[in-house]
């Protein structure tokens, strides 16, 4: 399975070649993704990474310098009604008016948004025992959040997007949010991308992954596919970088022994033919770590384009 | 996108209503006192027969009584406040969202900003500018025995009655409005838009606006030395000249037994109204353009 699999169905969202430039510097490269409906994408990258210039393009905020967005087939022009009325957005901190109630933040939502959906934004804050004449002010901070993803969620956009939605949050909230989430997708079509620091969190709720470092993807594909494509390797410090059958990603050398992660192709099945090799499998964790920890050179030398792929000018530049 | 802009401005616009109210009572007040002395005095039938001539003392007591609540108070209390009321709901109009990051919100909704934009800018100018009526006429209906003496030409008159008082906060609304976009902070750009304002302001009441118009003249003998020169209140308008009301620009020449002095006269009140309150309502169009077309290209 590769990334751009989707199924012979139209991607939920599909990027080409899109990029965004602030004055000299660019924020996000040469971004190409395909991601089938259904997915819910786990978005990592450290900060300034382009993860947030990537959503705001994606959400209509910010028009492309390059390239193209389409969501479910659909050209996306930003600031416009109709490519606005795709995309569902929980920003950051889930801001709302402290002054409006909740009842107001829905009648907000139902007169900016054609396709508003009253019953399911009253029907989920009411599961959750947050009253509807409440102001915006009293609420928690987890109370917020779901109003926040009820607003988006009867928005009835066919893509979700997600911006850090639980880093503010106590884990009880946390959990009830991304509980939430996961209620909605298992009902419909929905496509969800969270962008999170959260690796943890993102390992329990996505399928797949989004690695973005320096205004580059750097991986992108189904979790399950990924991690067959990784693993890790004990080797004695002394192997070259040559002898190993992929690419590296991350090696940790120590006194004896190097533990390195690899990119394997199925071309190259085994490295257990080798004495005092040792071979474990990758948690999503250790495999996000070992990308946002590539250096830089590395990483922007590997067309993001082709992130998934271990094969073309990755293999040339890694293999020296 | 009404009910939105409503909601968001509902508590200021009951702020601006309590104004309102505190301003018609104290309205009431004073306009009811000026009432009963003018009729005391036997004002009314005095400036019918002889323009004040013959009736100097009533006509100095009344100014003495009144003059300093309803002219210097103006001065002092009102000059700012049209430039207060258009700031303080322009100010946070867009600066208010991107403090609290809510343009997020109100800007991913299935309205294009600009149209956002456009519908809260509309909304709460017409507020403003019902409020600016209201608050006109209140001024005009309890000045208005003053008014009869000094006409409504003069200064303390002018800016407050007529189209300019409203003319007046939707500039500073729209100044406002752009700091707020550039500045991104409500208070510093509520205090941005009233250095330009005031700066317009008196640019335009000082260097313009005695000459919308080509100003008249009138000539003054006076036997036994013609005083001061120019000034503005009835005392400097010699009534039997018939020109009560008439704006004084300056005296011209001064050679002790006559004197010369430019005026606008007091028919053309209206026009220079509407001048003035043209002249702030297209720099008001100007600004709001600016700042819509700002936050359409912050998209890209």
């Known amino acids: 399975m590769t990334h751009d699999d989707t199924g012979g169905s139209v991607p939920a969202l599909r990027t080409t070649g899109l990029g965004k430039r602030y004055g000299r510097l660019w924020g996000l490269r040469d971004c190409s993704l395909s991601i089938p409906p259904g997915a819910i994408v786990g978005l990592v990258g450290s900060n300034g990474a382009g993860k947030t210039t990537l959503l705001e393009m994606i959400i209509g905020l910010r028009t492309p310098t390059d390239g193209q967005i389409e969501v479910l087939g659909h050209t996306a022009h930003a600031n416009t009604a109709e490519s606005l009325a795709r995309v569902g957005y929980v920003a950051q901190d889930h801001p709302l008016y402290p002054d409006f109630s909740v009842a107001d933040m829905f009648h907000l939502g139902q007169a900016m948004n054609p396709n508003w959906d009253m019953a399911l934004a009253r029907s989920r804050v009411e599961a959750l025992d947050i009253v509807l004449e409440r102001k915006i002010k009293t609420l928690s901070g987890g109370q917020r959040a779901q109003v926040s993803l009820a607003m988006a969620l009867a928005k009835r956009a066919p893509l979700l997007v997600l911006d850090e939605p639980v880093a503010s949050l106590d884990p009880v909230a946390r959990l009830e949010f991304m509980r ?8 419909g079509d929905l496509t ?20 973005l470092t320096h205004g580059h993807v750097q ?12 693993q890790m390797l004990t080797v004695p410090r002394a192997t070259p970088d040559a002898d190993l059958p992929g690419i590296i990603i991350h090696r940790d050398d120590s006194d004896r022994h190097s533990s390195v992660l690899l990119r394997t192709s199925p071309a190259t099945p085994a490295a257990q033919a080798h004495q005092g090799w040792h071979t474990e499998t990758v948690s999503v964790e250790e495999l996000v770590m070992a990308y946002l920890l590539r250096p830089i050179k590395a990483a922007n030398s590997s067309n993001s384009a082709r992130g998934a792929q271990p094969s073309g000018p990755i293999t040339k530049v890694m293999s020296r | 996108m009404i009910w939105v802009s409503w909601r968001q401005h509902r508590s200021q616009a009951i702020t601006g209503l309590a104004l309102l109210c505190a301003l018609a009572v104290y309205g009431l007040v004073l306009g009811l006192q000026m009432r009963t002395s003018f009729s005391n005095n036997n004002l009314a039938t005095c400036l019918a027969h002889s323009q004040g001539v013959s009736c100097p003392n009533a006509v100095g007591a009344f100014d003495n009584s009144f003059g300093s609540l309803v002219n210097i108070g103006f001065w002092s209390v009102l000059l700012l406040l049209p430039g207060l009321i258009g700031a303080a709901v322009g100010a946070p109009l867009i600066a208010r969202e991107l403090e609290l990051g809510t343009w997020r919100l109100a800007w991913s909704q299935t309205v294009p900003r600009s149209r956002w934009l456009v519908v809260k800018l509309a909304v709460a100018a017409a507020g403003l500018t019902v409020l600016g009526a209201a608050m006109t006429l209140v001024i005009t209906w309890y000045r ?4 009869r003496l000094t006409g409504h030409f003069v200064h303390n008159a002018y800016d407050y009655e007529g189209f300019v008082f409203t003319a007046y906060i939707l500039f500073a609304f729209g100044l406002a409005v752009l700091a707020g976009a550039l500045l991104r902070r409500s208070i510093p750009a509520l205090l941005a838009a009233l250095v330009p304002w005031v700066a317009v302001r008196i640019v335009v009441e000082f260097v313009l606006r005695p000459h919308f118009m080509a100003p008249l003249t ?7 030395g013609c005083g001061g020169g120019g000034g503005n209140n009835i005392v400097n308008v010699p009534p039997s000249t018939g020109h009560i009301g008439n704006l004084l620009i300056k005296t011209l020449n001064n050679t002790g037994t006559t004197q010369v002095t430019s005026y606008q006269p007091a028919s053309r009140y209206w026009a220079f109204q509407s001048i003035e309150a043209g002249i702030f309502v297209a720099l008001t169009l100007i600004v709001l353009g600016a700042t819509v077309w700002l936050v359409h290209r912050r998209a890209a």
């Open chain 1, 180 to 187: 939430e989430v996961m209620a909605q997708v298992a009902g």
């Open chain 1, 192 to 211: 969800v991308i969270i962008a999170s620091h959260v690796v943890s969190e993102l390992e329990r709720f996505c399928d797949w992954l989004v690695v």
């Open chain 1, 219 to 230: 991986l992108v594909g189904p979790v399950d596919g990924l991690l067959e494509e990784h």
């Open chain 2, 144 to 147: 208005a025995p003053m008014d």
């Open chain 2, 218 to 224: 009138f000539r003054q003998t006076c036997p036994h």
